[in-house]
Every structure is written in C-alpha cells, then in structure tokens.
C-alpha cells in the first residue's frame, strides 16, 4: 500500500524552488536523484496496464526509476541481491560489526566523498583482516560483506560501514575451519586502534598527493600545517568500533541484509506529514533510553531536502562491497572449501538465470493471474477503460 506521504511528493512539491534557489550548488548527480524520485512510478516514465484473467480487474502499473536512492525502488533490487547472497551463508554464528569515522574527518569526507569513503572500506576491512588473520586474535582468514551508510537518523552527515562477518574462518595452510568464540569475534579496542592508525595515515598521503579538496569553512585544511593540526585531536580519540552479539541463525542474517543494504537515507514510512510547517518524521534519538528513543522531528522542506541530498553517492561508486573469503573471483572456491571443513553440504544449484519477468502481484480482487494487456511509453497514458468502466476496472479494456 502507497504511504500517506513519500519523499516522491516532497520534491514534487518543493523540488523546483529548491533547484531555483540552490543553482550552481548542486551536482548534476543530485539533479538527478531528485528528478528520478520526481518522476519514479509516473507517466512520465512509461508503464504498463494489467488486466486479471479471471476476473477482467485492470490497474494501471507505471514504471519504476530504479535510482539506487530512491526509496521505492529498493525493495526488488534487495530481494534480488539477498537470493544471490543466501547461497554463501554458512552454518555459523554471523556477526556484526560497525566501524565510524570521528566527527573531525567526516567534515573531510563530505567534500572528498569518493576519496573518503572508499578509503572508509578499505582501512575498516584490512583492520578486521589483519586482527583475525593474527594468531593472537583469531589466526584465520575470514568472509567480510560490507555496506556504507552516511547518515544519522535525522539524515545528518554520518558516514559508517557496516559489517557481516561469519564467526571464524579457514586456517593460514587451508586444512581446517577455525571458529571464534559464541559470543566473541574480535576485541574491539584493537579493531579501533588498528583502523585509527591505517585511516590516518592514509588519509594524510591523500593530502600530500593533492586528492583532497576543502571548501567554505575548512578552506583552510588545504595547507598541510592546518591539516595536521585538524587531525591533532582525534590521534588520542577512541575511534568507534562496535560489534554485536551474533544473529540467531542465517534466517537472522538475511533479515538483517535485508534492511541494511538497499536502504537510503529515510524511508517513506518513516514520514508523517507534509504541510507549511514542512515535513515531520520518526528518528531515534540514542541519546534516550528505550520506549523514548522514537521521537518526531519537523524541518522546512528546504532543510529536508538539503539533507537527504547529502547522501547522494558518486557516480558509479560501490556501497556494497565483499572481501577476504567473500572477495571477487575466489569467493565460491573459499565458500566450497569452508563447507568441506564444516562438513555440511552444498546447496542445490538454483537456476536464477531464467526468471520470469512477470513479478506482478495477483489481483487483489480474486487473487487470480494478472497479465499485460497494454504498454505504453514515457510520458504517455494508456488508453482509457471502456466508457462506464470503475477506475478499478471490472472488465478487461
């Protein structure tokens, strides 16, 4: 069912002003994320008509933007993704583990984007294999599936990986399995210290080879001095690693997968209402304890807009990313050989390469089969239903 209010209308509403009073300031990336929400399930876009087989019910059916931020649009992209993982999943406890960056260089990351966060994986996921792979800690090479997320629950500047890790993993030598603790993967005051350490350093080389840009108040962060001493603070800060308790099972981790890695930055459930005071939605306040921690938040539609844009991602940039026994080419060669070790068998082979293209819902009249009667193109109608015909449609046109 369609929310009350979705960020589709949002921009549909406020969008031009915001253009018109934000020229020059906005990507052409930004442009169009909000032109494709504008116009994601409309005419404008094309679609198709369905008519019911058994009962003659019709509906119309517009087609979807599939922009990678749009908050419709994630649902079947997720399930297809969560098919495709669902046969790497082993019969261990999985957990997870999060890494964030210091309030400090997320400042630098929001104008550095692809530099930063690309930099975010890879010093997060060298951290995790490093510490596992020492035989002090764990002494394997283990599986790692990573997903950026850069916002807070009020849509603020947050950038953070999130991270699904298999409790343990194969031996240097590749002859046996080796299983972490029940409740215990890695100790994360090491995690912390190790990716602080690999962050900054790096991060560092990425100013002296001249990659990173400053603007407006940190304009000044482009003289070496100035940047170091920006960085003075958080050389003695705890960098935040968190890691959960692992999941009940691998129908746990699935469910998980499936709000964390096609997720945007607010959903439209999430929305309550829309009207001159601007737009109000439900945010978690961590700040407060249980029950309390829901909370209401109302900013201009202006400010709404600002901030939901800031987490539109570069061009071409990869949110989800896998490594280790996970990694590339090599990754159904590493799962096959972790089962042998476990001694569990692998699961029957599915065919995922002739699926119907027909994932309409059945008609929610009868339940019987709906079938395509009509397509039309962008920005045109289908013809109208026959004259007497309920919007609904009681008979095929």
């Not at 709906?370 to 004259?387: A, C, K, L």
Request: with cysteine.
């Amino acid at each position: 069912m369609r929310a009350s209010i979705e960020v589709a209308d949002i921009f549909r509403t406020a969008g031009p002003a915001f253009r018109a009073a934000h020229a020059g300031h906005l990507t052409l990336q930004q442009l169009k994320v909000m032109s494709a929400i504008e116009h994601c399930r409309t005419a404008a876009l094309g679609g198709h008509v369905e008519a019911c087989e058994d009962c003659g019910q019709w509906r119309i059916a517009y087609n979807s933007c599939r922009n990678r931020h749009c908050p419709k649009c994630q649902g079947a992209a997720a399930r297809t993704w969560l098919a495709e993982r669902e046969a790497d999943l082993l019969p261990v406890g999985y957990f997870h583990v999060v890494f964030t960056l210091p309030a400090e260089v997320a400042a630098i990351a929001f104008h550095n984007k692809a530099a930063v966060y690309d930099l975010l994986f890879k010093a997060a996921s060298e951290t995790m294999l490093t510490i596992a792979a020492d035989p002090k800690h764990l002494g394997a090479r283990i599986g790692i599936t990573a997903v950026l997320h850069t916002w807070g629950s009020a849509m603020t500047h947050h950038p953070h990986v999130h991270m699904i890790v298999p409790g343990g993993g194969i031996a240097p030598d590749g002859s046996r399995w080796i299983s972490s603790r029940p409740a215990f993967l890695l100790p994360v005051r090491v995690l912390g210290k190790l990716f602080r350490r690999l962050f900054l350093s790096r991060v560092i080389a990425l100013h002296d080879a001249g990659r990173l840009a400053f603007f407006g108040a940190i304009a000044h962060l482009a003289q070496r001095r100035a940047f170091l001493r920006h960085l003075s603070p958080v050389r003695k800060k705890r960098w935040v690693v968190y890691a959960k308790p692992p999941f009940a099972g691998p129908e746990a981790v699935l469910a998980y997968l499936s709000r964390y890695t096609h997720r945007v930055a607010i959903s439209n459930s999430r929305l309550i209402r829309l009207d001159e005071s601007g737009v109000t939605f439900r945010y978690k306040d961590y700040r407060r304890p249980g029950a309390d921690r829901q909370q209401l938040m109302t900013l201009t539609t202006d400010e709404f807009i600002r901030r939901f844009l800031l987490h539109v991602l570069p061009r071409g940039f990869h949110r989800i990313r896998h490594y280790g026994l996970l990694a590339g080419s090599a990754r159904k060669a590493s799962i096959a050989r972790a089962r042998e070790l476990l001694n569990v068998a692998a699961p029957p082979e599915t065919d995922t390469s002739e699926e119907p293209a027909d994932f309409h819902p059945s008609c929610p009249c009868c339940g019987g089969r709906m079938i395509v009667i009509e397509v039309f193109e962008r920005w045109r109608q289908p013809r109208g239903p026959p004259h007497g015909s309920p919007s609904t449609g009681s008979s095929t046109p």
